[in-house]
């Protein structure tokens, strides 16, 4: 029997290019120099900071702790969640273009905290409580090709200082991280780094307003601003 080829897996170059801009509309971006890029993944390190780390009450790895979001996590909004409580953690992000780090920008990595600690209590993954939609918030980024050992976060709530942290506070370093990564996951264009959190973290509220900030020495690089919204 004659079998006839499904148009997606067709070879008309045509039907290929309107698949690809179909996949793409259906994705979330960030913006890099005010361009839309589209992760695929985002590389989170979790345990990168010794005060986090104690303020946990977790053991300080041997290794860099590596988990994922997907893309269907990236947001530029803060959500509220009524049924369980969500901590807010500020975190230096880079873009990997090339197998480089090419871009920073400030991220939050969004995480329900009771849900998190029950899981980890039965060994299982994390995903329930950090790969959620929304559970991944970025600013727009900056191209950044220089030493990453100036860099520095900042992340302000109604305008008190919550969290400070950077390159001299991390455990694992941005390029470290990188070939950690690499050692056994490909990158695609346009991936992002989640390089962990400094201490100081805790749950976000409705109309609490949020201002990170990106450094380089001095010089500020990124800012973003967001107020939760109220959940109505």
Same mark, same amino acid.
């Given at each position: 029997?004659?079998?006839?080829? &499904?148009?997606?897996?067709? &070879?008309?170059?045509?039907?290929?290019?309107?698949?690809?801009?179909?996949?793409?509309?259906?994705?979330?971006?960030?913006? #890099?120099?005010?361009?839309?890029?589209?992760?695929?993944?985002?590389?989170?390190?979790?345990?990168? !900071? $010794?005060?986090?780390?104690?303020?946990?009450?977790?053991?300080?790895?041997?290794?860099? /702790?590596?988990?994922?979001?997907?893309? &269907? @996590?990236?947001?530029?909004?803060?959500? &509220?969640?009524?049924? *369980?409580?969500?901590?807010?953690?500020?975190?230096?992000?880079?873009? $990997?273009?090339?197998?480089?780090?090419?871009? /920073?920008?400030?991220?939050?990595? #969004?995480?329900?905290?009771?849900?998190? +600690? *029950? #899981?980890? *209590?039965?060994?299982?993954?994390?995903?329930?409580?950090?790969?959620?939609?929304? *559970?991944? /918030?970025?600013?727009?980024?900056?191209?950044?090709?220089?030493?990453?050992?100036?860099?520095?976060?900042?992340? !302000? %709530?109604?305008?008190?200082?919550?969290?400070?942290?950077? !390159?001299?506070?991390? %455990?694992?370093?941005?390029?470290?991280?990188?070939?950690?990564?690499?050692?056994?996951?490909?990158?695609?264009?346009?991936?992002?780094?989640?390089?962990?959190?400094? @201490?100081? /973290?805790? +749950?976000?509220?409705?109309?609490?307003?949020?201002?990170?900030?990106?450094?380089?020495?001095?010089?500020?690089? $990124?800012?973003?601003?967001?107020? $939760?919204?109220?959940? @109505?």
């Amino acid at each position: 029997m004659r079998k006839t080829k &499904s148009p997606r897996f067709g &070879s008309d170059q045509r039907t290929v290019e309107a698949i690809k801009r179909e996949d793409l509309k259906n994705m979330k971006f960030i913006k #890099l120099d005010g361009k839309e890029v589209f992760p695929s993944k985002i590389i989170c390190i979790g345990r990168n !900071y $010794v005060d986090h780390i104690k303020e946990l009450g977790n053991e300080i790895p041997k290794q860099p /702790v590596i988990f994922l979001k997907p893309n &269907s @996590a990236i947001s530029t909004e803060i959500h &509220s969640n009524k049924p *369980a409580a969500i901590h807010f953690e500020g975190e230096m992000t880079f873009v $990997v273009i090339n197998d480089e780090l090419a871009g /920073v920008g400030f991220g939050l990595d #969004l995480t329900k905290r009771e849900l998190q +600690s *029950a #899981l980890k *209590a039965k060994g299982l993954p994390w995903e329930r409580s950090k790969a959620f939609d929304g *559970a991944a /918030v970025f600013s727009e980024f900056v191209s950044f090709h220089g030493d990453t050992r100036p860099l520095r976060l900042e992340l !302000y %709530i109604n305008e008190q200082l919550i969290q400070q942290g950077g !390159y001299g506070l991390m %455990i694992n370093k941005p390029d470290d991280i990188l070939a950690e990564i690499n050692g056994f996951m490909s990158f695609e264009d346009g991936d992002l780094i989640m390089t962990g959190t400094p @201490a100081g /973290v805790g +749950s976000i509220k409705p109309g609490d307003r949020f201002a990170g900030k990106i450094f380089n020495n001095d010089r500020l690089l $990124v800012r973003a601003d967001w107020v $939760v919204d109220t959940g @109505a």
